[in-house]
């Protein structure tokens, strides 16, 4: 069974710049999270799907952050224009109903370079 | 959600056993705690889970006082493979988000 995969591996962007991030779960997984750890920081949760619905947003920085998850497979995370600050590793995690409750599956990340 | 303390940092020879103990205090009746393990250039991955005792998997235990406001992970005769960082989580519902430490890194050498 594939596990969780990310897209792509590392993006070096210029300040102001878009970038997308994508997120493939497990296959089956209703629960897609995004997590971020920026340098020096711990691991922060973003927001979490449970299938295409956005469940808990809360951890969303600000509105140049827009995730989606059309469809309920993959998950796109855009951040639009991007911020110096913005610079980290973006992972994403998915579990499904049934699970051992904190049983979450993370992908290797998205080394995000804002320059 | 219950806040966790737990070392730093520890260091430790091939073969021996390692003890990673955690603190949370606040941990409420219907709280987990969960610990993860992070490889570099890796995302953390699930090690054990348990709410009370003892739980023993093919990885490590963890030992939970009764009044459940303090957790010990171990792991049995280390190798140079389990230099990671050790995450201690205390959570209470299922599919919520995860709250991470700092976590302890585990330095194993020869």
């Known amino acids: 069974e594939a596990g969780v995969t990310q897209f792509p591996s590392h993006s070096v962007i210029e300040k102001g710049q878009t970038v997308t991030l994508r997120c493939d779960p497990i296959s089956g997984h209703d629960n897609l999270y995004w997590y971020r750890r920026v340098m020096g920081k711990e691991i922060k949760f973003l927001l979490h799907f449970v299938k295409e619905s956005k469940q808990d947003e809360s951890g969303m920085p600000n509105n140049r952050f827009l995730a989606e998850r059309t469809g309920g497979t993959y998950s796109t995370l855009k951040v639009q224009p991007a911020e110096l600050e913005d610079s980290g590793v973006y992972f994403c995690?998915?579990?499904?109903?049934?699970?051992?409750?904190?049983?979450?599956?993370f992908g290797p990340g998205t080394r995000l370079t804002v320059t | 959600l219950a806040k966790t303390t737990q070392p730093i940092s520890m260091d430790s020879y091939e073969g021996q056993e390692v003890n990673i103990t955690c603190s949370h205090n606040n941990i409420a009746t219907n709280d987990y705690i969960t610990w993860y393990q992070q490889f570099p250039s890796q995302g953390p991955r699930f090690i054990i889970q348990?709410?009370?005792t003892k739980v023993t998997n093919e990885v490590a235990s963890l030992f939970i006082p009764a009044d459940r406001k303090s957790s010990t992970l171990s792991l049995p005769r280390v190798s140079l493979s389990d230099t990671a960082v050790y995450y201690c989580l205390v959570a209470n519902q299922a599919g919520t988000a995860l709250i991470f430490g700092k976590g302890t890194t585990l330095s194993v050498s020869s």
């Open positions: 995690a998915s579990s499904q109903p049934g699970q051992p409750p904190y049983e979450q599956y």
């Open positions: 348990g709410y009370k």
